[in-house]
């Protein structure tokens, strides 16, 4: 996750720098870049959501370890209660 702004910072320049030496007519052009465009946008979607599917696993991993943690110390103070 910490690459993740230089990859973006670097498709755009490469997006830039490649229309910007294109030989296309302006037509063409404008169709690539919305293609291209489309196409960062949905890669940067998609790296988004496994960003938050990362963290919503790590967050229940946690809550987890936590609430048997949290069972564990409970069941040890019962027991030395009873004694």
Same mark, same amino acid.
């Given at each position: 996750m910490r690459s993740l702004p230089g990859i973006l910072v $670097?498709?755009? /320049? $490469?997006? /830039? /720098? $490649?229309i910007l030496l294109a030989p296309e007519s302006g &037509?063409?052009?404008r169709?690539?870049? *919305? @293609?291209? @465009?489309d196409s960062f946008? @949905? #890669?940067l979607q998609?790296?988004?959501q496994d960003g938050l599917d990362n963290i919503?696993?790590?967050?229940? #991993?946690f809550v987890d370890q936590a609430g048997s &943690? *949290? &069972?564990? /110390?409970? #069941?040890?103070l019962k027991r030395k209660v009873k004694h």
């Open positions: $670097g498709l755009a /320049v $490469g997006a /830039v /720098v $490649g &037509k063409k052009t169709k690539r870049i *919305s @293609s291209e @465009s946008f @949905s #890669d998609d790296q988004l919503k696993s790590q967050y229940n #991993d &943690k *949290s &069972k564990d /110390v409970a #069941d040890e």
